[in-house]
């Protein structure tokens, strides 16, 4: 391991904590990881860690929508040639693409996307930490650059551990709350072609509030990007639906996909709504870090018990519950139990 390397694997983890943005984490993140893997572009996506459907996203100088579109028809296909879930489960975590390698001369992600993009070269994280998929992070070099070498894929593997842990430092060090929406609940309908076939006002209000944070308006090109991932999930499971905990600006937000009817075969539709108090307790398992035991306390705290009934519930003293209701306060980051109630009910 390079003196680098190793700075980069001690820095990484504090890097999420100290980002204020989505779009602030991936370019902390890509100039950290830059000291011993140089880039020229990424593409780092938080997963929801129940379904591993995207959760949260930041692109710069990566794909085009059309290649999201090529990248999601490819994913889990045999000419793939790094599926995320080799790479979660299999001996290392990185995985490089590159048009000099003669395998991978056939593969559709050269042809149809990265020529497209003017890439020649592009590298695979899978990002898991405490046992569990935080996300992915792929990194790009533009054609002409030399290819990302064996050497720097090890550099990288030593660097996904902390990467996924920067990402759960960045979701963890932000409230706990259900995202505030007013109004109904956005909708939109994904045509088998994956376009847009309608679309209420509501859905692209509430991406440009809560996801883009008041960025450009949201076109059809831009709103289906916003959509690719959960739409092409949802196509891939056994049920046909999908959803995902969306980490937004503002708060947790749900997202979710589901087949139309026969008479509109095909079509997906997609529905973005605030998060329920009940949707987001293995939320906070899985990215505040709370033991199962604070997991009961909040799940009954949720419900409006008093610490009284909750130690009688669970059989433990009322201090070890008030010990335990302190812990969630803190990891939450709420000030005590109606701020708590007030995050869960938006």
């Known amino acids: 391991m390079t003196v680098q390397t190793e700075r980069s694997r001690l820095a990484i983890p504090s890097v999420g904590a100290q980002a204020v943005t989505v779009e602030g984490l991936g370019e902390a993140l890509s100039a950290e990881i830059g000291r011993c893997v140089p880039h020229d572009g990424y593409w780092l996506v938080g997963a929801d860690p129940l379904t591993l459907a995207a959760s949260f996203q930041t692109m710069r100088n990566g794909i085009s929508a059309e290649g999201q579109r090529t990248l999601e028809r490819e994913f889990g296909q045999p000419e793939e040639a790094f599926p995320f879930p080799e790479l979660i489960f299999g001996p290392t975590p990185v995985g490089v693409l590159s048009r000099s390698a003669h395998e991978h001369r056939r593969s559709a992600r050269l042809h149809e996307v990265m020529r497209e993009a003017g890439l020649g070269s592009e590298m695979r994280l899978a990002l898991v930490h405490g046992g569990r998929v935080r996300g992915g992070l792929v990194l790009f070099r533009r054609r002409g650059a030399r290819p990302f070498s064996e050497p720097e894929a090890e550099a990288a593997a030593r660097l996904a551990g902390p990467l996924a842990a920067a990402l759960q430092g960045f979701v963890a060090s932000k409230p706990l709350r259900v995202a505030p929406f007013t109004g109904p609940p956005g909708v939109a309908i994904v045509g088998e072609d994956d376009t847009i076939r309608a679309a209420t006002p509501a859905i692209r209000s509430l991406l440009r509030e809560h996801v883009l944070a008041g960025g450009p308006v949201i076109d059809d090109e831009a709103l289906f990007s916003a959509l690719c991932n959960i739409t092409h999930t949802a196509r891939r499971s056994a049920e046909g639906t999908a959803a995902t905990r969306l980490f937004t600006s503002r708060g947790w937000a749900l997202l979710h996909a589901q087949p139309m009817d026969d008479l509109a075969r095909g079509d997906t ?54 010990s335990h209701m302190q812990a969630v306060y803190r990891k939450v980051g709420v000030a005590g139990r ?3 109630m007030a995050a869960l009910v938006g």
């Not at 605030?274 to 307790?281: I, K, M, N, R, V």
């Not at 604070?294 to 070890?320: F, M, W, Y």
Request: no cysteine; aromatic share 4%; net charge negative.
């Open 338 to 340: 109606e701020d708590l």
């Open 269 to 322: 539709v997609v529905t973005l709504q605030p998060a329920s108090g009940a949707t987001l307790l293995p939320v906070a398992v899985e990215w505040y870090g709370l033991t199962s035991r604070e997991h009961d306390v909040l799940r009954h705290l949720a419900q409006g018990l008093p610490a009284k009934n909750i130690a009688r519930t669970l059989g433990l003293s009322t201090h070890t519950v008030n």
